[in-house]
């Protein structure tokens, strides 16, 4: 694997991309609560933003055919984490690096709690970065995903798309300028959706009459009266 290959998510307009992506989300991501949070992330170095209303992270570095960071497991075999265990999950231009992305992405929905939020960024493939960015990943295997295929897996999975957004300049640019980060062609897109939570049926509860057993002290014919 060449220099090149291994640092396009540590390379100039990789950063800005990553810095305008973010950006974009933080008005929603900022109303975002809960107990815990998971960073999957391709680029090296990623932290996650600091949420007032989110008390703890996991942060994970996808890389090939590893995953490393607070945990180290497999991108081909489930997370060591239990089921709902996330109120919200960020996925960096991870599916891109990941050997199978519906798996992982199922996966990802399997982690995150009912009601929580799955924030996802990517290159978009139809746009001016996607030559540059399959040029720096010669030989690497690599996915680039668009915002309609993965916004219907996820609807799929029951999750509700709430935003779609191109964002980023329109070519690769070492500048960074996080303030002008939307482009209607911009060379990545932000994409955030929300688990429905579970439905429970409410069953009310009817009364019928059952006949008094022998013995007790009601009248005789009388009948008592139960829920059920």
């Known amino acids: 694997m060449s220099k090149r290959d291994h640092d396009i998510y540590a390379s100039a307009p990789m950063r800005g991309l990553l810095a305008?992506?973010?950006?974009?989300?933080?008005?929603?991501?900022?109303?975002?609560?809960?107990?815990?949070?998971?960073?999957?992330?391709?680029?090296?170095?990623?932290?996650?933003?600091?949420?007032?209303?989110l008390g703890h992270w996991t942060r994970l570095r996808l890389?090939?055919?590893?995953?490393?960071?607070?945990?180290?497991?497999?991108?081909?075999?489930?997370?060591?984490f239990i089921d709902d265990a996330f109120d919200l999950v960020l996925l960096r231009h991870a599916l891109e690096m990941a050997?199978?992305?519906?798996?992982?992405?199922?996966?990802?929905?399997?982690?995150?709690?009912?009601?929580?939020?799955?924030?996802?960024?990517?290159?978009?493939?139809?746009?001016?970065w996607s030559p540059w960015w399959h040029w720096r990943m010669h030989g690497i295997e690599a996915h680039l995903n668009t915002p309609l295929q993965l916004g219907g897996w996820l609807r799929r999975a029951d999750l509700l798309v709430e935003r779609v957004q191109r964002v980023g300049?329109?070519?690769?640019?070492?500048?960074?300028?996080?303030?002008?980060?939307?482009?209607?062609?911009?060379?990545?897109?932000?994409?955030?959706?929300?688990?429905?939570?579970?439905?429970?049926?409410p069953i009310r509860l009817r009364q019928?009459?059952?006949?008094?057993?022998?013995?007790?002290?009601?009248?005789?014919?009388a009948r008592r009266s139960s829920a059920a």
């Open 208 to 221: 019928h009459s059952v006949p008094a057993r022998a013995g007790t002290s009601l009248a005789s014919g």
């Open 20 to 53: 305008e992506e973010m950006a974009a989300l933080m008005p929603m991501l900022q109303r975002c609560a809960g107990t815990r949070g998971l960073l999957v992330s391709a680029a090296p170095d990623d932290a996650p933003p600091a949420l007032p209303l």
């Open 99 to 128: 050997p199978l992305p519906p798996a992982l992405l199922g996966d990802i929905i399997r982690c995150l709690a009912p009601g929580g939020v799955l924030a996802l960024t990517g290159v978009h493939p139809f746009g001016g």
């Open 169 to 201: 300049r329109l070519w690769p640019s070492p500048q960074v300028d996080a303030h002008a980060n939307v482009h209607p062609l911009g060379g990545g897109y932000v994409l955030v959706a929300r688990k429905r939570r579970s439905m429970s049926q």
């Open 63 to 80: 890389s090939g055919e590893r995953l490393g960071g607070d945990v180290r497991a497999s991108p081909r075999e489930p997370m060591p």
